[in-house]
């Protein structure tokens, strides 16, 4: 970077201050970092030059000197970036680069490496449909994942009893390859529940129609209603039930995701079931009472 302006490769003024300098050298490191430009030549570049510019500039001795000989800097100084691709092999002095990349990986950025700087890998989220019965009991599924440069691979994964509609699934390990040595990244599953024919999901609640025949809706009696889960259970109703009248049977509902042991309500909907095909009698029967109302 010989007769290059080191401030001007870090857009700042050759008065700026130390705190200035770090300022904008993280700013361009964020921009420029090779994990964040996977392939570019042109941010690679970049970014070893506002490295070379940072490993200068933020040495009190090195700046010095800089500023009064400019373009003559000492040629060790030109030496070829190191293996980890700062000059002579060291990074920049007074750089943490956990802060520099910690809203890029999930796990606080990364350290100094052999191969350069450790990191850890990017998380990756995956879409996953599951059932509402599968919801209730817990489920699992088969994922393909394909990391570039690498084989596809399928991992069985687990859905917990009670994940629903925007639920996440950490996985962890499973996500992009770190750099340099660091962790993999996570896996994140975006679970999407499917609408179900009989019942109606909000959030750890269902609620379903019951059909009810005419007579116990007018006289009363006993209804067994079908559950998550394959089983029934035996709703009382009172003489004089009403359409549309609705009864609470308490923890008949899904799993609470972080308390699988306690569950939602259930919410039954009664809907009456009328008659058909009557026998003359049973005409006879039902203009009688409607006579008896009138």
Do not use: C
């Not at 770190?178 to 269902?206: E, I, K, N, W």
């Amino acid at each position: 970077m010989a007769g290059r302006d080191y401030y001007r490769a870090l857009g700042v003024e050759r008065t700026a201050s130390e705190a200035d300098i770090r300022q904008a050298y993280r700013r361009l490191a964020r921009q420029y970092h090779p994990d964040i430009n996977p392939g570019s030549a042109e941010a690679e570049a970049r970014f070893k030059e506002i490295n070379e510019a940072y490993e200068v500039l933020s040495d009190a001795e090195k700046r010095q000197q800089y500023d009064r000989f400019g373009s003559e800097w000492p040629r060790y100084q030109q030496a070829p970036a190191g293996a980890g691709g700062w000059p002579g092999g060291a990074s920049p002095a007074g750089v943490d680069f956990s802060d520099i990349f910690e809203s890029f990986f999930n796990q606080g950025g990364g350290t100094r490496g052999a191969g350069g700087v450790r990191s850890a890998g990017r998380d990756i989220e995956q879409p996953v449909e599951i059932t509402l019965d599968e919801a209730f009991s817990g489920t699992q599924r088969a994922v393909q994942l394909q990391a570039p440069g690498a084989p596809p691979r399928t991992i069985t994964v687990k859905i917990p009893a009670g994940a629903a509609t925007g639920s996440r699934i950490r996985v962890s390990g499973e996500g992009g390859m770190g750099a340099a040595g660091g962790r993999r990244g996570d896996l994140m599953l975006l679970v999407s529940v499917a609408d179900h024919p009989t019942f109606t999901r909000q959030g750890d609640d269902l609620s379903r129609e019951a059909e009810v025949d005419l007579y116990t809706m007018v006289l009363g009696g006993e209804v067994r209603v079908p559950v998550m889960g394959g089983k029934t259970v035996t709703l009382k109703l009172a003489a004089g039930a009403q359409n549309g009248q609705t009864h609470r049977i308490t923890g008949q509902g899904m799993p609470r995701l972080r308390a699988p042991d306690t569950r939602g309500d259930l919410f039954v909907v009664l809907r009456p079931r009328l008659p058909t095909a009557l026998s003359s009698e049973e005409q006879d029967l039902f203009g009688r009472l409607r006579a008896l109302r009138a």
